[in-house]
């Protein structure tokens, strides 16, 4: 097992990067049953080994780094037909992919950007747009007579004897499939300017829209995005950077170095 990254969903699905695999197992969390663990898919589109991984914020979407320079958007619902969905492909990089993650609009909390982090210090930005036009952003309000639906996502048909009834639809059909209904487009590329060092840790924090990268030469960046800007550029050990996690504020950081057993908690800001 390389990686390991739990939804936040409340059915607890949790994605394990092992090998040119990437597998979703369910947990049935603080339920009493028989079998603790479920494997619900398996994905092996990977020609290399996956180093990377990140769910979207309703745990459908995943966005996977590997060394095999590329990034993919896997979709964890099925096709009508019981078939997968093709990734999208994120090309372009040069060196593996160490990082990669979904960024969210402020507003509505739906994926409309990506970042790729590779480890030959540079950043990619990806920005999705849907075939209507436009970033994924809520729905536009709906027009005279457009069908309604329920909470279960049920539509409320009128019938010839004017009672309404609740017709099936399939979840695809809905909001939950808007990453499948548009295109990814590199927006950026960004160098991090560390000479003959190489990124060695780096995380992401969605709510501050900030990227933490640690390098191998043992200095560390914090940098806002999707502008660039670096806010801090500090020199904490000698050998190369293992770790670097935000914490869920944001207000905190850990970096460790696994060589020299060293550990560094910072509190860079205040909530």
Not at 3 to 28: C, F, M
Not at 142 to 165: H, I, Q, Y
Not at 183 to 201: C, H, I, N, S, Y
Request: proline share 3%; with cysteine.
């Amino acid at each position: 097992m390389t990686y390991l990254n739990q939804s936040k969903d409340h059915e607890v699905n949790i994605a394990v990067a092992t090998g040119k695999l990437v597998q979703i197992w369910r947990s049935p969390a603080f339920r009493r049953e028989y079998f603790p663990f479920e494997l619900v898919c398996t994905f092996a589109e990977f020609d290399a080994k996956v180093t990377t991984l990140d769910w979207s914020p309703d745990s459908r979407y995943l966005i996977v780094g590997s060394k095999d320079l590329t990034a993919r958007i896997l979709c964890l619902n099925k096709l009508n037909n019981g078939g997968k969905k093709n990734p999208f492909l994120l090309l372009g990089h040069r060196d593996s992919v160490v990082g990669s993650f979904f960024g969210v609009n402020s507003k509505t909390s739906r994926v409309c950007k990506a970042y790729t982090i590779t480890r030959d210090c540079y950043l990619f930005s990806w920005g999705f747009t849907s075939d209507s036009g436009g970033e994924a952003e809520g729905s536009e309000p709906p027009s005279p007579g457009t069908l309604e639906r329920d909470a279960e996502r049920n539509l409320e048909v009128v019938e010839n004897d004017g009672v309404k009834k609740r017709k099936k639809i399939d979840v695809e059909d809905g909001d939950e499939g808007y990453l499948s209904k548009g295109k990814w487009e590199l927006l950026r590329k960004d160098g991090f300017m560390q000479g003959w060092a190489k990124v060695t840790a780096c995380d992401y924090h969605r709510g501050l829209d900030m990227v933490v990268v640690g390098f191998s030469n043992g200095v560390f960046g914090l940098y806002q995005m999707p502008d660039f800007v670096c806010i801090h550029l500090l020199s904490i050990s000698r050998e190369k950077i293992t770790t670097a996690v935000f914490n869920e504020l944001g207000n905190w950081l850990t970096f460790g170095c696994a060589k020299l057993g060293q550990l560094l908690v910072w509190k860079w800001r205040s909530v």
